[in-house]
């Protein structure tokens, strides 16, 4: 339940600064930004009208929720059959937050099958206790959520017992209610099943044997933050904690096209009234609170810049005058202009996404678009 690093937070903040800003050029972790102050101008932001990356990617939720999750359990099946599984399965979600997407997706899952387990991974723990009250609007939802950084702890995601297994009619008889998805359940199913290979389960499914089986969710972008180096050890690191059956639901924001201009990406971090801004610069003010550091904020400037050789937008503070900051005795000089290269956000092209997630060990099996081609779902499979 806590991270695997013994240091404090302030710490590992100080360490953070003073190895970013006495670096060259000047960088500050996007970590940063999210304190509590911080986390309040994010929420702000997925709200802007230029901020496009929520509103599209819980619309993509809204409208293939079902879609998605029959991919997940009958690849290739077609739409028009009528989905129900007898097979319990794992929803875990990595860098959850409060899982306000999620819950659609959950919702839909729960309708399909009594014995879902929701297991967010954050490393706030108040965040989670947000996605711990979906359990209490969706009846038969099994949350069990961790503290974690999914990129330095340790984290585990739980396959539900195999041997639980309704009796494929769906969700009607309730006996899902309250069901532990880990326990083993009362009715079992013998290998004639009709779960078999001419169903509704799709030709894949021909294993008498119901399989409990992990969606594992990473999306809102996060992967984007992330080099392209760090990008693929995250994937890997979770595929290594996958088994085949197992699937990735990875969320993305997608780069330049015909169908989408750069001003459009370049608003969603420049929106006019200034959240973003405000969001940038608190990683400074947040300095001055915990590390009780002097950076004057009248002296600095929120930039966003369209990096294309890097298929990267990114977020810069400018220092508006030569001045120097102090932060625990340390002189912090900065030239006017310098900059301190506060985030990178990563577009992605389809091509690039295949190639990220085939290198990580996924085959892709489905995308899902919004009509304006901004935003993509790729559903991956492991093999
Ligand atoms: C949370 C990483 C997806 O990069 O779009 C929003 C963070 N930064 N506006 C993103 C962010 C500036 C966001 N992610």
């Known amino acids: 339940m806590t991270t695997a690093t013994p240091v404090s937070l302030n710490e590992a903040v100080l360490n953070e600064a003073l190895s970013g800003l006495t670096a060259t050029p000047k960088t500050l972790s ?25 509103r599209t990617e819980r619309a993509l939720f809204a409208t ?19 989905f129900r599984t007898p097979d319990p399965f794992t929803i875990a979600e990595l ?22 387990l929701y297991q967010p991974i954050d490393v706030s ?28 702890d340790p984290y585990t995601l739980r396959h539900p017992a195999n041997a639980a297994h309704s009796n494929g009619n769906g969700n009607s008889n309730g006996n899902g209610n309250g069901h532990h998805p880990g326990a083993p359940s009362s009715t079992t199913v013998s290998s004639s099943s009709k779960v078999g290979s001419k169903g ?20 809102g972008s996060s992967i984007g933050n992330f080099s392209p180096e760090d990008a693929s050890s995250i994937l890997r690191r979770l595929r290594s904690h996958l088994q085949p059956g197992d699937a990735l639901l990875l969320g993305a ?27 940038n610069l608190n990683i400074l003010a947040r300095l001055n609170r915990d590390l009780d550091a002097d950076f004057n ?22 220092s508006l005058i030569p001045q120097t900051v102090h932060i625990a005795g340390q002189r912090i000089p900065f030239a006017q202009f310098e900059t301190i290269h506060t985030e990178s956000s990563y577009k992605f092209t389809d091509e690039a996404l295949t190639h990220l997630l085939t290198r990580a060990g996924f085959t892709p099996t489905r995308t899902f678009h919004d009509p304006t081609r901004s935003f993509a779902l790729t559903l991956a499979h492991t093999l």
């Open 95 to 116: 860098g959850a937050g409060t899982a306000t997407k999620t819950g659609l997706l959950l919702a839909a899952a729960t309708r399909l099958q009594p014995n879902v």
């Open 297 to 318: 904020l009248d002296a600095f400037i929120h930039r966003a810049r369209w990096n294309a050789n890097e298929s990267r937008i990114e977020m810069h503070l400018e």
């Open 30 to 54: 996007p970590w940063l930004f999210y304190d509590e102050r911080g986390s309040q101008l994010f929420e702000a932001i997925t709200e802007l009208p230029e901020y496009y990356l929520t």
């Open 125 to 152: 723990a108040s965040a989670l206790e947000a996605a711990e009250n979906l359990a209490a609007t969706l009846p038969g939802l099994n949350v069990q959520p961790q503290v974690a950084n999914y990129v330095t």
């Open 253 to 279: 924001d997608l780069s330049p096209s015909s169908h989408k201009s750069v001003s459009t990406i370049l608003a969603a971090y420049d929106d006019a009234a200034g959240v973003t801004a405000a969001f």
């Open 64 to 82: 293939h929720a079902d879609d998605i999750l029959r991919e997940f359990l009958t690849p290739g099946a077609p739409s028009t059959q009528v």
């Open 200 to 219: 509704p389960m799709g030709p894949t499914h021909t294993d008498p044997t119901p399989r409990a089986r992990i969606l594992a969710l990473y999306i």
